[in-house]
């Protein structure tokens, strides 16, 4: 009966051992942001402004559980700075980080966006709202993704 208890044990704790090492995706390092795969590049137009720019990331396929972060560069070339004042996503599964500070024209910002896949299945998609202080403007990012 020990010997059924110790191979239990050892089972147990080698599983643990084996996902606690789990390396995801464009997980950080400390070389900071830019170790983080650069997904996409949106730009920021007087004319994109007006018509409220959307795009999609797309994270193809990945296992429950999955961290996936991915950056994505915002480029200024409208007539003024631009400034994030807010953020909202349909999901606690999404996160945005970026820097509080405008972006002058002709400069460019990064945002790093995580999906946790955490209790997901199936096809998702999610949406992360930047919101910009310059007229109510918005940037939309449609995330999606195939979790198995």
Known sequence: MRAIVRVFIAIALLSVVVTCGRNSKGSTSATGINSIMLARTITLTDATLEA????????????????????????????????ISEHRTTCGCTEAEYERQPIGVGKSADIVVSYDSRGEWGWRMQLLELTLARKDYSVKIYIDAEIY
């Open 52 to 83: 409220t720019i959307a795009d999609t990331l797309s994270l193809g396929r990945m296992q429950s559980g999955e961290v996936i972060k991915q950056r994505i560069r915002l480029v200024n070339e409208s007539s003024e700075p631009v400034v």
